[in-house]
């Protein structure tokens, strides 16, 4: 079964830096669009930026935009997210998720166990 596998995660002080990586557990997998979500606690899981997995179009949540980049090296298979200006409202679990697209219209999203990011004050 096909999930997905973050690092990168941990504790930096406000106005600082984080790369996540995200890879997928099997080789030659790909997906229609891929991404992260976060869940502070308390409080829902909510979306943070998302790439096509072919054409690298990019989506971002306005809270993350211009401070946080979504990008995808094909050849590795490699999700990142280049996190700066961080901030503590940044702290939260992030989650990588890879979203199929079958041919019939539906969708199957494949998730990772997530990585801690704490930013403090």
């Known amino acids: 079964h096909v999930h997905m596998v973050e690092s990168g995660g941990g504790v930096v002080q406000a106005g600082g830096s984080l790369r996540l990586s995200c890879v997928p557990s099997?080789?030659?997998?790909?997906?229609?669009?891929t991404g992260w979500f976060r869940q502070a606690p308390g409080k829902e899981r909510e979306f943070v930026a998302a790439?096509?997995?072919?054409?690298?179009?990019?989506y971002y949540a306005d809270s993350v935009q211009g401070r946080f980049t979504i990008s995808m090296d094909n050849t590795k298979g490699t999700l990142y997210l280049q996190m700066n200006s961080l901030k503590p409202e940044d702290t939260a679990v992030y989650y990588c998720?890879?979203?199929?697209?079958?041919?019939?219209?539906?969708?199957?999203?494949?998730w990772g166990q997530g990585t801690q990011v704490t930013v403090s004050s």
């Open positions: 998720y890879a979203r199929q697209r079958y041919a019939d219209g539906t969708t199957y999203d494949y």
């Open positions: 099997e080789p030659y997998f790909s997906a229609h669009v």
């Open positions: 790439i096509r997995w072919r054409g690298g179009i990019t």
